[in-house]
């Protein structure tokens, strides 16, 4: 048998279209598999000549899947280019709405889009391998999962005012208060949220303990970790420094975000249009880490609130402390970090200071650039504005989650690729464990507009001529 | 009289993403609604039996709120991987699973509904093709001809 290549390569609505592309030896084993993701470029130059206080309503319009992210982080750019550091009441309501953001995304992720690929299995047939197999499998768990996200929504809601783009965040501040009713509102759920949460942390963890096999040799691999951090290198979603640890769990860095270009760089390979994100110090690939939920979970050292931090003890204590690189536990990373949004929405309630009315910082001291950073629901994101004198944005770079796992989700496939393929027969259910390995990572790919209809996964298997010998397609 | 829903998706700072945007803006204009922001409010009532919701994307969510109704026509653009410019089919609850998350389509929406209820509205897409999507509010010469003609469809199957 001739070296063959396979491509998996779904269909998106523009320019960006992922695929993946396994190579094979003669003897149908993988030689090597690559994730490929044409990244969008196009926002830096809409957004040059616009007014810095327009930024946190224009960046959020780039992506309808986590505007918000995109509207807080361009919002704390805005505080350091004007030199407007936000009152602690639109702080703490900034992250209100940031923990509305995680709940949600992190909650449609687990129960909607990756849960049943745990609860109904890998090899279960794709008609039923899906949320409604799962309501079929246990109606109450699905609609559990719709209450969690939809909590997550309220939150947003209620904090911005409206459901989708709010008008929120601005440079210095935000322009809504809370009320009294919204925040006894969303108290009187959060008991209900935790039960929920901790009823899917349940079933990963059972999940866990009957398929540690498959956990184990499923994309498990080195890298660095990183995520944001309080001074006491806890959990931190909305403020804090970034923390970037090595694969053995010690601090390589520890900085502002304004100093990421001194410890980020960014690599290019010719197979790919998305670069990689790398640790200078240590050059490409040796440098390359991990954001999200297990990166992030790898880069900490506790966790500030008592539910998540238990959960967080048990979670580390299955290596010891050392870092966790199962790729299939990002999902258990992403249960433990709803718990902490949850608690962290009771404390920022409780926080007497959550009703204030001091909620803009007008004072501007110019300082004509500035870079915010966000834990997005995916990874750490930034946001790097330089201004002139007349307020107007004449450069801008962004850094998404997304961005900075490429290498990882690349990774990912490869060792998916190379465990379950041993012959010439390529099976179904590589496809669903291709499909796994990226859905793990939760990428963003749209970045502004989404796919219409079907988003079929297409596997060709070619010769080294090029020649499609074989097709496999999932309709999705 | 039967209750009935559009449901817009796309986003309207993307040139032809926007059409279903642009349509349901039409459609609001039609009821005497000049100035609506379709991103106030969950769902927007146009005239008694016809409701509107618009957002960037199907989310999950909205499978109770679409069970509620007895017709529902969603609205989209497509980059040409159907056939027709202006395509405008039944849809039936099958779910359809992707890698990549947050990536919903009206049938799912529909299986949904249907799993978390037991009804779902009788459901068509109606998907104009795109030609361009820049960053940009306007749709593209080509697109505008085809939604002013998917505007008369939606208009005498579902306004009059």
């Given at each position: 048998m001739v070296a063959q290549k396979i491509t998996i390569e779904p269909v998106t609505r523009i320019e960006g279209h992922a695929k993946v592309t396994i190579h094979l030896k003669e003897n149908g084993e993988v030689e090597h598999a690559y994730f490929h993701v044409n990244e969008f470029r196009g926002f830096e130059k809409f957004c040059e000549g616009r007014m810095i206080f327009e930024m946190p309503s224009i960046t959020?319009?780039?992506?309808?899947?986590c505007p918000v992210s995109h509207h807080l982080a361009s919002a704390k750019a805005g505080d350091i280019v004007m030199g407007c550091p936000p009152p602690r009441t639109a702080s703490l309501l900034r992250e209100l709405m940031h923990m509305g953001q995680i709940i949600q995304s992190h909650g449609m992720h687990f129960f909607e889009l990756a849960g049943p690929d745990l609860i109904l299995g890998f090899d279960a047939d794709p008609a039923v391998r899906n949320v409604v197999g799962l309501i079929q499998a246990d109606a109450n768990l699905a609609l559990k999962a719709v209450a969690l996200r939809k909590f997550g929504q309220e939150i947003i809601r209620m904090v911005g005012?409206?459901?989708?783009?709010?008008?929120?965040?601005l440079p210095g501040g935000v322009n809504k208060s809370l009320t009294t009713a919204d925040r006894d509102a969303m108290l009187s759920e959060i008991d209900e949220m935790i039960a929920i949460t901790q009823t899917g942390l349940k079933i990963f963890k059972d999940w866990a303990a009957a398929n540690q096999e498959d956990i184990n040799k499923f994309a498990v691999f080195s890298s660095g970790y990183m995520g944001l951090v309080t001074p006491e290198n806890s959990l931190e979603l909305y403020q804090g420094d970034i923390r970037l640890v090595g694969s053995d769990g010690k601090q390589l860095e520890k900085y502002d975000?304004?100093?990421?270009l001194d410890v980020i760089a960014e690599h290019v390979e010719d197979w790919s249009y998305l670069k990689f994100p790398y640790y200078k110090k240590m050059g490409y690939p040796a440098g390359v880490y991990r954001v999200g939920p297990l990166g992030r979970l790898n880069a900490v050292?506790?966790?500030?609130t008592p539910l998540a931090n238990q959960e967080f003890k048990e979670y580390r204590e299955m290596n010891a402390w050392k870092?966790?690189?199962?790729?299939?536990?990002f999902h258990y990373a992403r249960l433990i970090e709803i718990l902490f949004a949850v608690e962290r929405v009771r404390v920022l309630l409780d926080d007497?200071?959550?009703?204030?009315?001091?909620?803009?910082?007008?004072?501007h001291h110019f300082k004509g650039e500035g870079v915010g950073v966000i834990e997005a629901p995916r990874g750490t994101l930034l946001h790097h504005y330089i201004v002139n004198e007349n307020g107007q944005v004449e450069k801008v770079n962004l850094i998404v989650s997304t961005g900075h796992n490429n290498w990882a989700m690349s990774e990912a496939v490869d060792s998916v690729a190379k465990t379950y393929i041993k012959g010439p027969e390529i099976k179904e259910g590589l496809l669903n464990r291709v499909e796994a390995a990226i859905r793990a990572h939760d990428p963003c790919l749209s970045c502004s507009t989404h796919a219409i209809g079907q988003m079929p996964l297409v596997l060709d298997i070619k010769d080294t001529s090029g020649n499609i010998v074989k097709t496999l397609r999932r309709d999705a | 009289m039967k209750r009935k829903i559009l449901i817009g998706y796309g986003n309207p700072d993307r040139g032809d993403d926007g059409v279903a945007w642009h349509l349901l803006m039409k459609v609001l204009a039609t009821f005497g609604?000049?100035?609506?922001?379709?991103?106030?409010?969950e769902i927007i009532s146009a005239n008694e039996g016809l409701d509107l919701w618009f957002n960037f994307q199907l989310l999950p969510e909205i499978a109770e709120l679409i069970a509620e109704y007895d017709i529902a026509l969603f609205i989209d653009a497509h980059t040409?991987?159907?056939?027709?410019?202006i395509s405008y089919n039944p849809i039936v609850p099958v779910f359809q699973n992707s890698p990549f998350t947050h990536h919903f389509t009206p049938a799912s929406c529909l299986a949904l509904a249907e799993s978390i209820t037991g009804h779902y509205p009788q459901a068509w897409l109606l998907s104009v093709r795109g030609y361009s999507f820049e960053f940009a509010r306007e749709l593209s010469t080509r697109t505008l001809r085809l939604a002013e003609k998917a505007f008369e469809k939606i208009r005498t199957d579902f306004l009059e």
């Open positions: 959020p319009r780039i992506c309808g899947i005012g409206r459901r989708i783009h709010p008008t929120f965040a975000s304004n100093d990421y050292d506790q966790i500030d870092p966790i690189e199962n790729t299939l536990h007497p200071d959550i009703l204030g009315k001091d909620i803009l910082n007008t004072r | 609604f000049t100035q609506e922001d379709l991103f106030r409010d040409g991987e159907i056939k027709e410019e």
